[in-house]
Nanobody, 127 residues
Framework: QVQLVESGGGLVQAGGSLRLSCVAS????????VGWFRQRTQTPGSEREF????????????RYADFVKGRLTISKDNPKNTPYLQMNSLNSEDTATYFC????????????????WGRGTQVTVSS
């Protein structure tokens, strides 16, 4: 079992930055790809939306959703067993609960493919 705990969310003004962390325990994350997803809980019926993913393989091969547009950077510190999501130039559309998730192998944009999830951290961007 892998336990994931996100942190780093909060309230930030438009144009600001946040760095989300996802501390893993139980197993090493080395063989796992990690995905970051977001869910706009203020919108009824919203599903978890892929934000970024990073491979377990050498070179990491990050993947990003189109809306990221160079504003976000995903990384993974294997010795610390912690993935990160650096978010810059935030806008009100980024307001959501952000989740990290893990799956063996390659990151997948479909949230149903992941085996382990954290509980999320709230990001609120004020305009």
């Amino acid at each position: 079992q892998v336990q994931l705990v996100e942190s780093g969310g909060g309230l930030v003004q438009a144009g600001g930055s946040l760095r989300l962390s996802c501390v893993a325990s139980g197993r090493t994350l080395s063989p796992y790809a990690v995905g970051w997803f977001r869910q706009r809980t203020q919108t009824p019926g919203s599903e978890r939306e892929f934000v970024a993913g990073i491979s377990s393989y050498e070179g990491n091969f990050p993947r990003y959703a189109d809306f990221v547009k160079g504003r976000l950077t995903i990384s993974k510190d294997n010795p610390k067993n912690t993935p990160y999501l650096q978010m810059n130039s935030l806008n009100s559309e980024d307001t959501a609960t952000y989740f990290c998730a893990a799956v063996i192998g390659e990151p997948d944009p479909h949230y149903t493919q992941y085996d382990y999830w954290g509980r999320g951290t709230q990001v609120t961007v004020s305009s």
